[in-house]
């Protein structure tokens, strides 16, 4: 399979080169050259298949013989390691649970994925792989875990001093090995700025081999769309096939990713997108312009994005047809004071604890279906465990927060941390110092 940029179709490049290059230099976003269409015989039976089968044939569908089937088998083992079980908390209303991968949020999928083929298409005796990545808390987490242990990767990760979580910071900061932890003295927007004047610069390109992590690149798309038939085939197994997915929605790359494998043949009737008070897409779906509008910080905070990467590539999903968009996409916005209500309707009618990214996709499922009542299975999606996000959730709910295995664990563990002005020349000194 080739790959083209949303921006020009005539240009095409390998799987591999879409990889290492994230973005194409016209700043459009790398989409596979045709929708592959699965078999339907396959989608007819898939609750006879696990996970990690489902998994195989959706990404060789997507990759084509650009990975020979037995390494892409074997990355998709390494890679996907960990369940995504539908929990239903009624008759009509389930959970889809992303947050069982090492850093406890959805991220997993993608950066593990990610980091196994840019691995596999490092061979022995290349330059060794420098991936450069910003964070405001999850992003930083699934990328330091998912490289960790991968031969011919280093990863440098720049986080805001004192504005992520405790289970969020000990994640970035614990690892040692290939992973390295910088806390800048300042902004989100200070560590990726950074970052990306290092991208620019040609006197460390020339030394280093320096890639990104970014969401947007398509190798942390594919792994996304597994789940959504995984869901899809457990659904079936108890009998269920008509499915609403309601996806909590910040860069639109989650829910990109569900629309990818509905185009692949998987039968969704409808997806919901919930928002935070970044509602740049509800806009749209409303009144047919995009309007991007700066960032707005909220309880959410992995969604507080003014102007989604993934849209694009959704815009080309559907060849620019706002109404046929239209027809399969809602979307609806919550503030803060309704997430922290979402949490705890979620407690107290289910005792399900949520984080607030979840309550928002919950909130969301729960408006859709009142607007659209009928039978069908509403699935929201839980992106990450509450534990992630302390200051976020009412104590009285937090306290029933069940920390998952090895949580405990990284609180015993050494923090390693350099700290980092906001300096560019300091922060290329580090990288020129430690190679
Ligand atoms: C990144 C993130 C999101 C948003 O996902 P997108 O693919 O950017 O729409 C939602 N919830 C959590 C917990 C996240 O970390």
């Known amino acids: 399979m080739q790959f083209y940029s949303t921006n020009n179709k005539d240009l095409r490049v390998s799987f591999q080169e ?3 290059n994230s973005l194409p230099k016209d700043k459009g976003l790398y989409m596979p050259e045709n929708i592959p269409q699965l078999d339907p015989y396959f989608i007819k039976h898939i609750q006879q298949y696990s996970f990690q089968e489902i998994a195989f044939e959706v990404a060789k569908a997507i990759i084509g013989d650009d990975i020979p089937a037995k390494d892409l088998k074997a990355i998709i083992q390494d890679a996907i390691n960990f369940e995504a079980p539908v929990r239903f908390l009624s008759a009509e209303t389930a959970v889809l649970e992303l947050f069982h991968g090492p850093s406890y949020a959805f991220k997993d999928f993608g950066a593990r994925f990610m980091s196994r083929v840019m691995g596999y298409y490092s061979k022995q005796g290349d330059q060794l792989l420098d991936v450069l990545v910003a964070t405001s808390g999850d992003t930083g987490g699934a990328v330091a875990l998912g490289f960790l242990g991968v031969a011919g990767t280093r990863v440098t990760i720049l986080y805001p001093k004192g504005k992520v979580s405790k289970v969020q910071e000990e994640q970035l900061t614990t690892n040692g ?4 932890a910088l806390e800048v003295d300042g902004t989100f927007d200070d560590c990726q700025a950074l970052v990306k004047e290092a991208f620019n610069d040609p006197e460390l390109n020339a030394v280093l081999r320096l890639t990104s992590a970014n969401s947007i690149n398509i190798a942390r798309l594919i792994p996304q769309t597994f789940y959504y038939f995984w869901a899809y085939a457990q659904l079936k197994s108890q009998g269920m096939d008509q499915v609403v997915f309601t996806v909590p929605s910040g860069n639109f790359g ?6 990818l494998a509905y185009k692949m043949g998987l039968p969704v009737r409808h997806f919901v ?3 935070n008070v970044n509602d740049t897409v509800p806009r749209f779906l409303d009144s047919g312009s995009y309007a991007p509008k700066p ?3 909220t309880l959410a905070n992995a969604m507080d994005v003014g102007n989604p990467s993934n849209w694009v590539r959704i815009q080309d999903l559907f060849d620019q047809d706002v109404n046929g968009l239209k027809d399969l996409v809602s979307a609806y916005t919550f503030d803060d004071e309704q997430t922290v209500a979402g949490m705890k309707d979620l407690f107290a009618q289910y005792g399900y604890v949520a984080c607030p990214h979840t309550a928002i996709a919950y909130l969301a499922s729960q408006a859709y279906r009142q607007a659209h009542p009928g039978e069908y299975a509403s699935v929201f ?5 509450p534990c ?11 306290k029933a927060v069940k920390l998952p295995k090895g949580a405990e664990d990284l609180a ?5 941390a350099e700290p980092m002005k906001v300096d560019y020349t300091e922060f290329k000194q580090y990288l020129l110092n430690h190679q």
């Open 18 to 20: 879409a990889v290492f």
């Open 177 to 180: 090995q290939n992973i390295r």
């Open 254 to 259: 989650n829910i990109g990713a569900g629309l």
């Open 273 to 275: 997108a919930g928002t």
């Open 295 to 297: 960032s707005v910080q």
């Open 381 to 385: 999606l839980s992106t990450a465990h």
């Open 388 to 398: 992630k996000f302390p200051e976020a959730i009412d104590p009285d709910v937090f």
């Open 412 to 416: 015993d563990k050494p923090k390693l």
